[in-house]
């Protein structure tokens, strides 16, 4: 697929952040953390995403967002990379990639309502995407709008599921409602987030 | 089709059907739908939701996981099914729209989608690495 339909079809941050986390784990990493933060006074989207895979090959980082770069040997970089890079420029955000063996943190910030910005999506669609993945790595989710905190951490999943693997459909659904609400108590409601505690 | 000629005869068969349909959709069944950026650009998030519903609805036991980049990006959304017994088989251009019958299809019915088909591994193929 051309770099610039596959742009095209990215209608949501959510596609792109699971673009992300779909490269952490080619590349190896058993942990990632998501941090995604809203701040409605600045209007500032930040979102960082940190694995502990292996990291980029030493001095790679900025062929790291050319499309035509890859370092398949060590770490699987597809085209997510470039075409955050792209997304982030044209709203006049800024983006950056640090890179080290056991750690690479890729962190954009952007303005929250400019005009091209699409919109966040289903971003539990994308968490639960990485989470079927088979031996799929440990996510610790933290989503911030205002100062209200939604938590989520796979290792803390067993009472969420029931005992079912995430992998078997019907715990599947049960996650994504349960982020789902997560995430929506974060607009709805002060006093309603999931985890505020943690 | 053999001819029915009694109420017993008729009864055998919707109980064979019946115990045949609770084989193929047992705990056996596995989807898999490959997420790598083609897969995503093409909608096989939306697919694999799509996927999750149906089965959620009509009730069906199954395993659904996601993997990278399957390479045969032209034709993402690429679905994988594995059946115990029967060989795995990968469809492509799978859209959200068509899971409902391929679900129907394929796990309800237990017939393969042949227009739909892009690649077909014997079972005892199943067991050795992906492609």
């Known amino acids: 697929m051309p770099l610039r339909q596959a742009a095209s079809r990215m209608r949501e941050l959510s596609l792109h952040l699971l673009d992300l986390l779909e490269n952490a784990c080619e590349a190896g990493a058993t942990e990632i953390r998501v941090h995604l933060e809203e701040n409605t006074g600045q209007d500032t989207l930040e979102l960082v995403v940190v694995d502990n895979g292996p990291g980029l090959p030493q001095g790679a980082n900025e062929q790291a967002f050319d499309p035509f770069f890859t370092s398949r040997r060590t770490r699987h970089v597809g085209l997510g990379l470039p075409l955050v890079k792209q997304l982030v420029e044209q709203v006049g955000g800024s983006i950056s990639l640090e890179s080290e063996p056991g750690r690479t943190e890729v962190r954009l910030r952007v303005p929250r309502s400019h005009w091209d910005l699409p919109p966040l999506g289903d971003i539990p669609a994308s968490l639960l995407a990485v989470l079927l993945r088979e031996g799929a790595p440990r996510l610790i989710y933290d989503h911030v709008v205002d100062g209200r905190r939604f938590h989520f951490d796979t290792a803390d999943l067993g009472a969420q599921l029931a005992g079912l693997p995430p992998a078997h459909a019907s715990a599947a659904v049960r996650l994504r409602e349960y982020l789902r609400a997560g995430i929506a108590s974060l607009y709805t409601s002060r006093s309603s987030t999931a985890d505020e505690s943690k | ?131």
């Open chain 2, 1 to 131: 089709m053999p001819r029915i000629s009694s109420v017993e005869e008729l009864k055998a068969l919707r109980e064979q059907a019946r115990r045949e349909l609770q084989v193929r959709l047992g705990t056996g069944t596995r989807i898999t739908v490959g997420l790598g950026t083609c897969g995503i650009a093409a909608g096989a998030r939306e697919t694999m939701q799509a996927i999750l519903e149906e089965l959620e609805r009509r009730g069906i036991e199954a395993t659904v996981n996601t993997v990278g980049c399957i390479g045969m990006c032209y034709n993402e959304p690429l679905v994988d099914i594995e059946q115990a017994g029967m060989p795995r088989i990968t469809y492509g251009r799978i859209t959200a729209d068509k899971v409902p019958r391929l679900i129907e299809e394929h796990l309800i019915k237990g017939q393969v989608v042949a227009e739909w088909v892009v690649g077909r591994m014997a079972q005892e193929a199943n067991n050795g690495p992906k492609s």
